[in-house]
RNA sequence: GCCCGAAUGGUGAAAUGGUAGACACGAAGGACUUAAAAUCCUUUGGCCAUAACGGCUGUGCCGGUUCGAGUCCGGCUUCGGGUACCA
């Protein structure tokens, strides 16, 4: 007997198997390969010829040339990430990334423990289940609730209740899910069924919302209007009874959903707290054969096919409508040469236009492609032997790069490719190619350069636009334009006629002859068109520069909107460092022993430089830089035995502008290979401190004293002081506190 | 709604619980120059005072811990990012 991994009803001997179909079989199969096709509900645009992603999707419309898009089941290939749903949130334990990352990968992953609860129908032999995290709460139960998309909702619904359904299901079928979500008018009808309350025997009407979704849990829900806010919703708009369930919870005006309280109304469960209810209930419904304890998880499979050419081609042709491997010496397949990237006249992807795009023997190959993700996610294991034609990567160089140990990225992918690309590498550790199960070791986010992005207004269903100020008399849909098309928010109308054949016949309503564009500040990302170029900075003022100001804008993890006031400060700080090496002949380095002060300068920079980088702190690195040249300026110091390391520490900095210096200082080699200056600690040292001295912690006079002076001698030195006497008025300090090299602090 | 993060001068920011505003940008004044550019010098949180020394105040708001809080704790406010009916 087999209980097939991803479908646990699934059940069959082996005898069973065989009698099976090739097809049969390999239908079963399908629910347990990492790689299946599954089916799946789409955008899909008839007239691009093309599934469109949730956010190419605008009210019904393609953000691309406006076209309809409709809800559409189809046959897709999907990675089955689902099954590895808890070993990607246990591996986040080990994981030195930010908490904030690994709390949006959790709430994704989104594991809820519960129960589900068979749930007979009346005066019929069907039973359906539900999943639920208040097990509790059976006893509150006044309705039940399908998602539209659910098999049920056509077994169940009622003669007298069909045409209600249908109409009502067809509605829902013309909105995306993002928009059935984001619009939250309560929306519903009457199956005509009833269930039975498996704990109390009464009866309970079976309704159908779009509210419950079909690929979450069963597609089905219990409803307890008393303790949770959607089906409170759901219930007031029907006038469907509210039970409240919690001792002194007030139900009249919105639902009590946490988790707290002691129960009431609820049979065998009255008096206990939540948590004990939620128990007993459990071990309740396992002795009486009621249901199960499950774990549900939020995270979806990965769709990965697309309907576009640029991408790697599957491997796989069909023979009688089975998908079949091709044989790995027949790899690699690559893409076919075609004259159109676009759809077929059938609606077929790009690939359809492909002549002889079928096996040697003549059956057809695979004509959707894989997405980005596919080549993202595993890129860094090739990076380790990019060479080796016979795999991935060979198991001598994975031995020794083993995973990556630092990846600075935007929290932008943590959704996406960093929960992809550790999917993929516990596949793979699984297939033993591979010895970690996790792809990077440690992780910083640097934060995002945010852009200013430009808007056009078109009016919906038309190919006209209209300018912002006017925009809010039509109804509009908000389009990205690119901001190289607009200078101080008026938009270059030409330019935006050959930007797409979708507008070269665009009209537009103006306002005092201009099209006024609106504007946002929002991550800077090619798809929101807000990209600024930096090729007109390095053109002004070199890469360096532009590297050392990124650095010196602030910390690496925090975001902030692309400006570029203050570039000059850093590029003149190049320039002071270049004007201390040169004269007006050239190049020139003194080689005279360096002073107590110039060690002192470059020593601190030493140090400095060498902590910061180990904490990602770049921008108080360009400041030491800042100070350390500044000190040496203002010593005229051009010696060759300070300036060569500080050049060292700068390279990581400002490689091109060092590797010069380097050179003009006679060295042959690169500097990249020259080796970290390491700080003496005994030209830090200094004999004197200035003491803050300080009366209820306000600083109010400085005075020094040697290095080593012992704490009794600051005390009385201090208390002496002529100023301490103002600030005394004559009391007696109830304490003094002497931080060696800090501070000192008088208390009155 | 939920989760995460942030809030310090005109601006970007700095500060292992120990002198708040380092380092820059900008601004103002000055030097050099026929002039400009470049470079250099001075001032630059706010308020009060001034011949001068100086004083008060100040890190989004309200409390707390501490000899001492931008920093730690509790409660708010605002902004940014992510996510979206997950039962």
Redesign the pocket.
């Known amino acids: 007997m087999l209980n097939v991994a991803c479908s646990e009803e699934l059940a069959f001997t082996a005898k069973e198997w065989k009698s099976k179909s090739l097809l049969e079989q390999q239908n079963i199969l399908m629910s347990y390969r990492i790689a299946y096709l599954g089916d799946s509900m789409v955008n899909w645009c008839p007239k691009l010829g093309t599934v469109l992603a949730?956010d190419e999707v605008s009210e019904g419309l393609s953000l691309r040339g406006g076209y309809p898009v409709e809800q559409k089941v189809m046959r897709q290939w999907c990675l089955r990430i689902s099954a590895y749903a808890q070993r990607l949130l246990d591996g986040l334990n080990i994981l030195d990334w930010?908490?904030?990352l690994k709390?949006?990968q959790r709430?994704?992953i989104?594991r809820?423990e519960?129960a589900e609860l068979k749930f007979k129908v009346n005066d019929s032999g069907i039973d359906f289940t539900?999943?639920?995290?208040?097990a509790d709460t059976v006893f509150g139960v006044t309705f039940m609730v399908l998602?539209p998309e659910s098999e049920l909702v056509g077994q169940l619904t009622t003669p007298e209740q069909k045409s209600e359904v249908d109409a009502y299901i067809l509605n829902t079928k013309k909105r995306t899910?993002?928009e059935?979500?984001?619009?939250?008018?309560?929306?519903g009808v009457f199956s005509g069924a009833y269930a039975v309350n498996p704990f109390t025997n009464e009866p309970i009407p079976v309704w159908i919302?779009?509210?419950?979704?079909?690929?979450?849990?069963?597609?089905?829900?219990?409803a307890?209007p008393a303790h949770?806010?959607?089906?409170y919703?759901f219930a007031k708009h029907f006038n469907l009874p509210i039970i409240p369930l919690i001792e002194g919870a007030d139900v009249s005006e919105e639902s009590f959903d946490a988790k707290e309280g002691i129960m009431m109304n609820s049979g065998f469960l009255n008096g206990l707290n939540v948590k004990e209810a939620i128990a007993k209930t459990k071990s309740y419904v396992n002795e009486n054969n009621l249901g199960r304890i499950k774990v549900?998880?939020?995270l979806?499979d990965a769709i990965f096919s697309r309907q576009r050419y640029w991408g790697e081609p599957f491997p796989v042709y069909y023979k009688d409508g089975m998908p079949y491997m091709l044989d790995e010496n027949k790899l690699p397949l690559e893409l076919p040469e075609v004259n159109n990237f676009l759809p077929t006249n059938t609606g077929e992807p790009p690939l359809g236009n492909a002549k002889n795009w079928k096996t040697e023997e003549g059956y057809p190959l695979e004509l959707n492609t894989m997405p980005g993700f596919a080549g993202s996610s595993a890129y860094y294991l090739r990076y380790m032997d990019p060479h080796n034609d016979k795999a991935l990567v060979s198991k001598e160089a994975n031995d020794y790069w083993e995973q990556v140990d630092l990846y600075v990225g935007g929290?932008?992918h943590?959704?996406?490719h960093l929960i992809y690309s550790r999917f993929w590498n516990k596949f793979l550790f699984d297939l033993g190619l591979i010895c970690k199960d996790e792809p990077f070791k440690r992780l910083i986010n640097q934060g995002?350069i945010?852009g200013r992005s430009n808007f056009v207004y078109r009016i919906k269903d038309t190919n006209t636009f209209v300018s912002c100020n006017l925009k809010d008399k039509y109804d509009t849909t908000e389009i990205h334009v690119d901001v190289n098309m607009v200078s101080n928010d008026i938009l270059d109308i030409d330019k935006f006629k050959k930007w797409s054949p979708d507008y070269a016949n665009a009209a537009f309503i103006l306002e005092e002859g201009k099209y006024i564009c609106g504007w946002?500040?929002?991550?800077m990302s090619k798809s929101m068109y807000n990209v600024v170029n930096p090729d007109d900075i390095v053109e002004r003022f070199g890469a360096d520069t532009l590297r050392l100001y990124e650095m010196?804008?602030?910390?690496v993890?925090?975001?902030?909107p692309w400006?570029t006031?203050?570039?000059?400060?850093?590029?003149?700080?190049l320039?002071?460092l270049w004007?201390l090496c040169t004269n007006e002949n050239g190049f020139e380095f003194s080689h005279a022993e360096a002073t107590k002060d110039e060690l002192k300068a470059l020593h601190k920079l030493i140090k400095k430089i060498s902590w910061d980088i180990e904490h990602f702190?770049y921008?108080?690195s360009?400041?030491?830089f800042?100070?350390c040249?500044?000190e040496l300026?203002?010593l005229k110091c051009n010696k060759r035995s300070i300036i060569e390391p500080l050049i060292i520490l700068l390279t990581p900095f400002a490689p091109h502008f060092c590797e010069e210096i380097w050179e003009a200082l006679g060295n042959k080699d690169s500097i990249c290979d020259a080796k970290w200056p390491e700080c003496n600690e005994a030209y830090l040292q200094e004999s004197v401190f200035?003491y803050?001295i300080?009366f209820?912690?306000?600083?109010?006079f400085?005075m020094d004293f040697a290095a080593d002076a012992s704490i009794e001698d600051i005390k009385s030195a201090a208390l002496a002081n002529p100023a301490a006497h103002?600030w005394l008025e004559g009391k007696i300090p109830k304490?003094i506190?002497v931080?060696p090299k800090?501070?000192v602090?008088i208390?009155i």
């Open positions: 949730n930010s908490d904030s709390d949006t709430n994704w989104g809820s519960g539900v999943f639920t995290t208040r998602a899910e993002r059935r979500i984001a619009d939250r008018r309560v929306t919302s779009d509210y419950v979704l079909a690929g979450y849990g069963t597609g089905a829900i219990m307890v949770d806010s959607r089906d919703a549900n998880y939020r979806r929290t932008e943590a959704t996406g995002m945010q946002a500040v929002e991550k010196f804008l602030g910390p993890e925090q975001s902030k400006d006031n203050g570039i000059d400060g850093v590029h003149r700080f320039k002071k004007n702190s921008n108080t360009v400041s030491a800042m100070i040249v500044n300026v203002g200035t803050p300080s209820n912690g306000r600083t109010r400085m103002k304490k506190i931080v800090k501070i602090n208390v």
